[in-house]
């Protein structure tokens, strides 16, 4: 097993959207996007950089037709009232964009060889009309205060439309309780990129504050990473009370060959100390289409904390 500790470089090659869970027995599990965004994996080890050299196992594939049947995107696992969960964006073959936000569950303790159930997709609250109507993605849960929120991406508009990020309470791990609030829009430069995009909202809690990081433009070396925040004890739902960053908070560095880093996800390792677990590109230049190009690698970043209480993301350790 690969022991060294690599902050920085690619870890995991080839997967994009990377998101890392710690489950409550210290089991580090790890999902992903695969290239052919054809199915959901998983793998699991004790240690996070085991998960680099851990099995990985497919444990839902997609349909061949109808709704999940193509664009299998950032697949996140939560473990939810006893039970497995995981929250993935996907398409229909016959309407490739028609991504919606969908749920699987597993109600056995292990959810690597456990039976995954299709819950199909995330129920909006019934006085909420607008909800996963149009194009829906990267889905992520978090808690605070005994109350579990559901932050995801949706596309308003016309044309080109603009990727808007939302927020709504958790009545259960597959219902809403509340009609969704608008966080976040691209209003800046670093925004809008050939795509006017916020997405792939990630959270972490520290020091009585939450953050939000989110991913911005389009997802060539444009894209990088923006951040809300609020107080622990604000009301998740105001808008109002979450302060969103003037400038990216990570964003490519040609000196350091990283380009286009975004869509994170927050993990600790085995000392506690808070890492963002996020993808790039090693390359400026793409071959080909973006979306398709395989060569987002899953990488590692140690979370230093400043004199404010705010999150520091640099590429020097």
Request: proline content about 5%.
């Amino acid at each position: 097993m690969n022991t060294e500790h690599t902050y920085n470089k690619p870890w995991i090659l080839q997967r994009a959207d990377p998101y890392v869970y710690r489950h409550t027995d210290g089991s580090y599990y790890f999902t992903a996007s695969v290239p052919a965004y054809d199915g959901i994996v998983l793998r699991r080890s004790d240690t996070l950089f085991g998960l680099a050299e851990a099995e990985e196992v497919e444990v839902w594939h997609k349909h061949d037709k109808g709704i999940m049947s193509i664009h299998i995107w950032a697949p996140e696992l939560h473990y939810l009232d006893g039970k497995w969960y995981i929250y993935f964006a996907g398409g229909d073959v016959d309407d490739i964009w028609a991504i919606r936000p969908y749920i699987l569950e597993c109600a056995d303790a292990d959810p690597m060889t456990g039976t995954w159930k299709e819950i199909g997709k995330m129920k909006r609250h019934p006085d909420d009309e607008f909800s996963f109507e149009a194009f829906s993605l990267d889905a992520t849960v978090f808690e605070n205060k005994g109350e579990h929120y559901y932050v995801w991406a949706e596309k308003v508009g016309v044309g080109k439309m603009v990727s808007n990020l939302y927020i709504a309470k958790m009545k259960s791990p597959v219902e809403l309780d509340s009609v969704q609030v608008l966080l976040t829009t691209p209003d800046y430069d670093w925004e809008r990129g050939d795509f006017w995009v916020n997405e792939g909202p990630a959270v972490i809690h520290h020091g009585g504050k939450i953050f939000l990081t989110f991913s911005a433009s389009d997802t060539g070396p444009s894209y990088c990473m923006g951040m809300l925040s609020i107080d622990e004890d604000g009301d998740m739902l105001d808008p109002a009370q979450w302060k969103k960053e003037r400038y990216p908070v990570l964003q490519t560095d040609e000196s350091m060959g990283i380009y286009g880093p975004g869509h994170n996800s927050f993990t600790k390792d085995e000392e506690g100390n808070d890492i963002c677990v996020y993808h790039a590109r090693t390359e400026s230049k793409i071959e080909g289409d973006p979306l398709y190009n395989p060569n987002r690698h899953a990488h590692l970043m140690k979370v230093k904390w400043d004199e404010n209480g705010k999150p520091v993301f640099s590429y020097k350790d």
